[in-house]
């Protein structure tokens, strides 16, 4: 014998007696597994029968709307297991209220006496194995996700001055694992590679710009360190492209040599053509106003030296003070 058609749902289906586990649907005769609940049977409704699935939703809320109203208005129930009795409320009128001590969401419909009703959480979807293996290869030594925070983490240690050190330190690595707990920290040694072959990939895309740009401008200075005496000599080129500024810095060279003009002349022609600069294309040097210093640019490049407005600046201002 059948059984019981207790849900709206199998208005749309018949149980057959040759295949107890499975219901023929009336729309389009095949038959779907019900297994002995009525989820299958609404998904069919619901994916291929708009129209059926929707007559089948009306038809419940229907029946919802007969059974809340059969319930006393002004009654407050709670389904804790602790209360025996429920107790009339002395809440305002018109309102009935079911407390669930669970955390489902609820939802309410002011138009139906404001009856509250909890819905259960929607469940949370599983990652397909495809998906899983391709999180797993992301984070691998050529994934995309790890070359994305190496070269995050590499600018991070450029702009800010960082030491390589850095991912050595027990905070850090732990504010990473935290953030990606699949990401493997590149040690010191790999880092300072990567930052090399960082700076080879840049050097070349900017000596293929300095190779065919019309004019450029350098500014330069030198310095010495006071524990170390270690010379220095640091070359920034200005030039333009399109509507775009670059100041990039070619270089801060160590000097061991004393400071004359020649010397500093020939570190000014080697940075040429080390980044494929014409000589010809330097349109200006900016120094301070060391006699030295604007020897070398007229040794280097002919008559291009201009000082700079700072310095010159400063120097006027001491002789004002003296």
Request: hydrophobic share 35%.
């Amino acid at each position: 014998m059948a059984p019981s058609k207790k849900s709206d749902v199998w208005r749309f289906f018949d149980k057959t007696e040759e295949n107890k586990n499975s219901a023929k649907c009336r729309l389009c005769q095949k038959f779907i597994k019900s297994c002995g609940n009525t989820t299958n049977l609404i998904g069919h409704l619901k994916n291929i029968y708009k129209a059926a699935y929707q007559e089948f939703s009306n038809e419940c809320s229907k029946k919802n709307d007969i059974q809340s109203n059969t319930v006393k208005k002004n009654t407050h129930l709670s389904l804790d297991p602790n209360i025996s009795d429920p107790l009339p409320s002395t809440s305002s009128a018109g309102i009935m209220t079911i407390e669930l001590t669970s955390n489902a969401e609820k939802k309410c419909d002011s138009s139906k006496d404001d009856v509250c009703v909890s819905i259960p959480p929607a469940p949370k979807r599983q990652k397909s194995i495809v998906t899983s293996f391709q999180d797993i290869y992301a984070f691998s030594e050529r994934g995309d996700k790890t070359l994305r925070i190496n070269n995050a983490l590499i600018y991070m240690i450029c702009k800010d001055n960082q030491p390589f050190t850095i991912v050595e330190n027990e905070g850090f690595a732990s504010l990473i694992k935290v953030l990606a707990p699949h990401y493997k920290l590149p040690s010191k040694t790999t880092l300072t590679r990567c930052v090399d072959d960082k700076y080879a990939a840049l050097s070349t895309v900017f000596k293929t710009k300095l190779a065919n740009i019309v004019h450029v401008t350098f500014t330069t200075d030198m310095w010495s360190e006071t524990m170390s005496m270690r010379s220095f000599l640091g070359i920034t080129a200005h030039f333009g492209e399109s509507n775009d500024i670059f100041a990039i810095t070619l270089g801060v060279y160590e000097s061991n040599d004393r400071h004359t003009s020649e010397h500093i002349s020939d570190m000014l022609l080697k940075t040429c053509a080390e980044w494929n600069i014409d000589n010809d294309k330097v349109s200006a040097v900016v120094t301070d106003n060391a006699a030295n210093m604007v020897k070398a640019v007229d040794l280097a490049f002919g008559k291009k030296h201009i000082p700079c407005f700072a310095h010159t600046l400063n120097l006027v201002a001491q002789n004002a003070i003296q």
